[in-house]
């Protein structure tokens, strides 16, 4: 089975790594501050073909690695076959995350002693990109990327909407981002409602609102858990959280929400916080919450507390939950009762969910320096590294070591050891989640689905009908705007998160509500929605 870093916010998907390459030869002819072809080819390269290099070349790499990791890069299986196939030789500076990299990273760039190249999900942030690109530290790829990344070429190609996520304000290119798809990722947070609670009650599945908040009653006045005790929460969720919360719910109402609060409808950007249906699914929250239908905690409690009330013992509490698989939250032990709910029909008849991209992707996946004076040669390493076994090896582990490859094409996982996790297995001999790769959905659909990939194509299929894709797309803003964006959207996201809190609890949104929009506006709303919008435009543009 598979594990994966799953980061929903409006939408930058990530795990951890960075990755740095010096070199020790030269003979290139590269404008190194804009990447630029000048069409003399080093002597050392290879054109096409392995190995990339005619005389073994040795490249610096910096990463951070996964927790789970025991062994060194350099003596992980994967790397080593890479290494015998292309001739480059890596010398690994591996971080453990959390361990000081962003700060290592910062010391590099202010005092020049750079690396030849980043690697990895998280081993650049946006600021990076669009700070250190215009400056000439990262060097443009653009011009470079047709000749010697062709594999990368035509993923861009057959995908247009990766250049425009990769392509900087000013028109460069910085980065080869970080890919791995799966349909099962279009589908955020899932309503759970206990089926087995449904059945005592002799009460139908809800479908609308209104049946959704009868069936609640129930289950708090009715003991269905049958334990004798008023300890029954009807319905629960982790407030702001991107996988256990309620940012689908509003849908009933006619409108989505998101981590980010921003939406896309017709070309136009506008805050989610601020449409009739947010307004009306607040209102509905507060109805379920004066009645004491909501767990009381639901705005306060973190995830620990989340999961452990749904593993209490003896017998289940929640009666209906958010959560990306019901096991997750109520445990092996509980999670057969629970059923995913569909979307909810509102009082307009409205059903409406939200549709994510389907995939993780980060931007930053390699990145080149300043530093580096083999450009050519380290794009046909990562071009190499993107190809479908080498990306799945990378990521999953060798080829007849933790994963296996079928007659027909298709890709298997080798039993976990006992007493090993499947992340510890994997990273026993490959980077894991720290590894830059490009795992597309043809790639994907031949990797056989683990238990919770399976689940989620399940919830997929019963809310597909119903999901409607409005979230902004992961865009660079330059360097001003998003300074500028920080800080308005730090101050109104907190004001929204505290609006919301209180009028769930409180019900004074009616009386409250004109105040609300005055402040938001007086907040630098309008700005921030322009540069958002002006940031959309330019992307939509990029051919």
Known sequence: MRTKLFVRSGFVFATASALLLSGCSTGQDVDSSKGKDNGKEPANLNATGLPIVKE????????????????????????????NETNVHIEWDATAAGQGYPEKKNLMFAGGDLPDAFFGPESLSDDDLIRYGPQGLIIALESLIPKYAPHIQEMMDKNPSIKKTITAPDGHIYSIPSIEEG??????????INKKWLDKLNLQ?????????????????????????????????????????????????????????????????ALTTVQPGFKEATKYMNQLYKQGLIDQEAFTHDRNVYFAKGRSKGAPVYGAFSGFLATNVVGPEYADQYIALPPLKGPGGTQLYNEYEASYFTRAGFAITSSNKNPEASLRWI??????????????????????????????????????????????????NTSAKAILQATASKIE????????????????????????????????????VAVLKTDIINYITQMQTKWVMNGTLDAEWNEYISKLDKMGLKEMMDIYQNAYTRYQAVK
């Open 56 to 83: 073994k070349l040795t490249l610096k790499m910096v990463t951070t690695k996964a927790a789970q990791q025991k062994k060194p890069h350099g003596e992980m299986q994967v790397i080593k076959n890479f290494e």
């Open 183 to 192: 349909k099962e990722n279009m589908i955020g947070e899932v309503t759970f």
């Open 205 to 269: 599945v809800p479908t609308t609102t209104e049946q959704f908040e009868q069936v609640l009653k129930a289950f708090k006045e009715k003991d269905p858990n049958g334990n004798g005790k008023p300890d029954e929460i009807p319905f629960s969720f982790l407030y702001g959280n991107a996988l256990n919360g309620i940012y689908s719910f509003s849908g009933a109402f006619g409108s989505l929400d998101n981590g980010q609060h921003i939406m896309v409808e017709n070309n136009k950007v």
């Open 383 to 432: 071009n190499e590294l993107y190809k479908e076994k080498n990306a799945l090896q990378w990521s999953n582990g060798p080829i007849g070591v933790t994963i296996t490859e079928k007659a027909d094409g298709t890709y298997g996982y080798m039993p976990t050891p006992q007493g090993m996790s499947f992340d510890e297995f994997r990273t026993s001999e490959a980077p894991g």
């Open 449 to 484: 689905p683990n238990e919770s990939v399976k689940k989620r194509l399940e919830y997929l299929a019963a809310y597909k009908p119903f999901m409607k894709k409005m979230i902004l797309p992961s865009m660079l803003l330059d360097t001003k705007d998003s300074e500028r």
